[in-house]
């Protein structure tokens, strides 16, 4: 696969998800690993858009665990239930939240963060549960909307039995 991304000259969300969809399936298409496939679907976000920081979390016992990410150093593990992270797992639903100053409970792994958005990763044998949460952070207020929710949701329901293991 080409290993550079072909996008519209355009800073419309929704043309670049659009863009980006077929490219990030061709991306993990050939390549079984979930730690490969996490972070190029991370460079990928981060080059498409210019996001602060985006990354994965993955479920290991009862924590949330740092996976592939791009962007500045982040905190290590997140418990079920804190942060935006442990919250969208607990509710097994994305979170947008405009500004992180006004949820309560956000942890704050660099102060530049002002919005957020985390999805979750669904198991490929069992869709009620999360398997892993993809965090992307924003240093604008107000950064996400419907749109982003959208077009990540769609992606990772392409792509999700991409980013974990085979056989469990
Ligand atoms: N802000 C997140 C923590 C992860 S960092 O933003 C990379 C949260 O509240 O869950």
């Not at 607990?90 to 947008?96: A, D, G, I, K, S």
Request: charged share 25%; net charge negative; with cysteine.
């Amino acid at each position: 696969m080409a290993e550079q991304l072909t996008l519209p000259p355009t800073d419309d969300r929704e043309a670049l998800y659009t863009a980006l969809l077929p490219q990030v399936e061709a991306l993990v298409a050939g390549e079984s690993d979930p730690v490969a496939n996490m972070a190029n679907v991370a460079a990928a976000l981060r080059v498409t858009f210019g996001f602060f920081w985006v990354g994965f979390y993955r479920v290991v016992g009862e924590e949330l665990v740092l996976g592939p990410f791009q962007g500045p150093l982040a905190c290590t593990r997140i418990g079920f239930g804190r942060g935006v992270c442990g919250q969208a797992w607990n509710e097994r639903r994305t979170l947008v939240v405009p500004d992180v100053e006004k949820f309560p409970g956000h942890i704050a792994c660099s102060s530049a963060s002002r919005s957020e958005i985390v999805v979750p990763v669904f198991n490929r044998f069992d869709p009620r549960q999360v398997v892993a949460v993809l965090d992307i952070d924003s240093d604008r207020v107000n950064d996400f909307s419907e749109r982003d929710r959208e077009g990540l949701e769609r992606i990772l329901e392409r792509i999700g039995e991409k980013l974990q293991h085979e056989n469990k």
